[in-house]
């Protein structure tokens, strides 16, 4: 069993999908538990309860937005507060939507960059100094194989998760003699709130997974796990690295 007790865990867009898998499985583990939130104070407020009631160690819900960096600064200090430390962030918050890049406004692009790509910046900012002073820390982003292969309609998407990529590369050289791994992991499809009008197109679906070596689409947790293994200790040696979990789907590395 991995055993993150002590650990000070930050998950950005931890209220539902694949960061609140994320950050039930580290809640799990035993590691202290922040998570971020934007809409819904009270969802956030029910799920770190439902959390509390699986573990003692300790859960906040706090609500930022990872896209302001007066945001991002406030949050880390709120947590270096209460716990004097940042062990683990991930980086899992962030927008899809779709543009064909003839018709597209600079408000959709600008929008999906400060969401996805620069937010990353603004945290990375904030925390590595934090880890630097511990001489740890992991660094995992929720990419995506859209990052790799690149997406039609989705230009601005693809772009965003293509600079996740080459950030975690940079930063693993960067932080890698401070004792701070970064690393990412690149899913497929999966099966969140953020996807659920897309696959009500039941052939669209089915298609999706006919085409996948597997079958199916995952679930969130099925995303998850492999997060919570570059967190722990497993994954010591592994830094830099783009992590896909996609069924096969997409077979680059």
């Known amino acids: 069993m991995i055993n993150l007790s002590g650990k000070v865990a930050l998950v950005t867009g931890g209220s539902r999908g694949i960061g609140r898998a994320i950050a039930q499985l580290f809640y799990d583990a035993g590691a ?3 998570f971020t939130y934007i809409t819904s104070k009270n969802e956030a407020t029910k799920i770190a309860e439902k959390l509390r009631q699986t573990s003692t160690s300790e859960v906040l819900a706090i609500r930022a937005d990872c896209a302001n960096k007066e945001d991002v600064r406030s949050l880390v200090q709120s947590i270096v ?9 991930v980086h899992n918050a962030g927008i899809w939507t779709e543009g064909a890049i003839d018709a597209m406004e600079d408000e959709t692009w600008h929008d ?5 790509l620069n937010s990353a910046f603004y945290l990375c900012r904030e925390i590595t100094p934090i ?15 859209a990052g790799q292969r690149g997406e039609a309609y989705h230009s601005h998407y693809a772009a965003s998760k293509g600079g996740i990529i080459s950030l975690t590369k940079s930063l693993a050289d960067e932080l890698g003699p401070f004792g701070i791994r970064t690393n990412c992991v690149a899913p497929g499809w999966v099966r969140t709130g953020m996807t659920e009008e897309v696959f009500s197109d039941v052939a669209f679906l089915q298609n999706i997974e006919q085409n996948n070596p597997l079958r199916y689409i995952p679930q969130p947790e099925e995303i998850a796990g492999p997060v919570l293994f ?11 690295e783009v ?3 996609n069924g096969g789907s997409v077979l680059c590395g």
């Open 131 to 145: 880890m630097k002073k511990q001489k740890s820390g992991r660094i995992i982003f929720i990419s995506s194989t």
């Open 81 to 89: 507060e209460r716990f004097d430390a940042i062990d683990i962030l």
């Open 243 to 245: 992590l896909n979990v």
């Open 230 to 240: 570059l967190a722990s200790d497993l994954a010591l040696y592994i830094n830099g």
């Open 112 to 116: 999906t960059m400060q969401t996805n």
């Open 32 to 34: 202290n538990v922040v």
